[in-house]
């Protein structure tokens, strides 16, 4: 299957865990995302943020890396110097 060779070539678990939930919801092992989700250790609300990824835009969207936003833990002075 296609979604197991792309799930064994990702390097980030993250990514490695989105495909295991998108096997075990197509390959039918997990019948709800809610037990497709825990099967990767996920809650419920994750699993419908992924799978609503994979609906909008396909497995590209699934495997796209999300953009960081702000300055991690610098405070508004520091950022200000």
Known sequence: MELEQLEKAQKLVQFQKRIGFLIALKTQTARTQEKAGEAVGWKLRQSQKVWRL???GGIEAVLRKP????FGKLSSREIAR
């Open 54 to 56: 994979y609906r909008e």
């Open 67 to 70: 953009k960081r936003w702000g």
